[in-house]
């Protein structure tokens, strides 16, 4: 099955293949690619914003190359949360091999590998390019982290624009190499970011969420948490996890998770063989 927001892009895949588990359309995603040749910096800093945005609920999508994608998938894998690969060739070799162990930590979290390649097809140089649309296609944003001038990344962000969807930049030092394309992209338009408060800002995403009583909620509850906060709160009576989903409507892992989260925050608690606040 192709996502809703693989299926709005100009040229949408014909069909996927997936190991593992693709997270449905209600789970919001968001990319995060940069070089191979990355920094420490710049692998420091695709780490945080991965593990920052995957505990506000995002999945991480990215490119299982070395360098930025590899911290991208790991900063997400470390948060606790899920995140896609998208591979430029067949499903039958991970590409690269020495990525081969963190494809298995993916599929273990209840992530997925995928690609629009039937097994068999190398990793062809061209396929990279064309890739990288289904990268930027299945985010409601790309982020890049660090681009030089001539690079896949700049490709994927490109594609983003072309898509409609949000190009989001981390800054880098003044005349370094690495920097160039990202820098070239903020001054083409493209929004500067340092931090996931950036992100959530620019995609219009509310970081503070006040209840009837004033209470502040934590900040960094996912949108799918507060629903289901909502729900139970606004029931008066305890909710079982059947019932939330008919009143929601969402997946069960994402009750499970939501309810986890409102409990290790004390936001609920357990009671007649539901949920209440």
Do not use: W
Request: glycine share 10%; charged share 25%; hydrophobic share 40%.
């Amino acid at each position: 099955m192709i996502p809703k927001l693989l299926k709005e892009i100009p040229d949408p895949p014909k069909e996927l293949f997936v190991l593992g588990e693709l997270p449905a359309d209600e789970f919001p995603k968001i990319a995060i690619v940069g070089t191979r040749k990355a920094t420490d910096y710049g692998k420091r800093m695709a780490k945080e914003m991965a593990f920052g945005l995957t505990r506000q609920g995002f999945v991480i999508v990215s490119g299982l190359a070395v360098g930025i994608d590899t911290a991208s998938h790991e900063g997400c894998l470390e948060a606790g949360g899920r995140t896609v690969a998208v591979l430029a060739c067949g499903l039958d070799k991970i590409y690269p091999a020495q990525n081969e162990n963190l494809a298995k930590r993916i599929l273990v979290a209840h992530g997925a590998i995928i690609s629009e390649y039937p097994e068999g097809t190398p990793a062809y140089k061209n396929n990279f390019l064309t890739r990288n649309r289904l990268i930027s296609g299945l985010g409601v944003a790309t982020i890049i982290i660090e681009a030089p001038l001539r690079s896949g990344s700049i490709s994927t962000a490109g594609h983003a624009a072309e898509q409609g969807r949000e190009v989001l930049v981390v800054p880098g030092p003044a005349g370094h190499r690495n920097f160039a394309g990202s820098h070239r992209l903020i001054r083409d338009g493209a929004r500067l970011i340092e931090s996931v408060n950036d992100v959530l800002e620019d995609l219009g995403l509310k970081n503070l969420a006040p209840t009837d009583n004033n209470q502040a909620l934590p900040k960094n509850l996912a949108s799918f948490e507060l629903d289901i906060f909502e729900a139970i709160k606004k029931s008066g009576r305890p909710l079982s996890v059947d019932k939330l989903q008919e009143l929601t409507k969402l997946e069960p892992r994402m009750i499970s998770q939501a309810i986890s989260r409102l409990l290790i925050e004390s936001l609920v608690k357990e009671e007649g063989g539901g949920y209440v606040v």
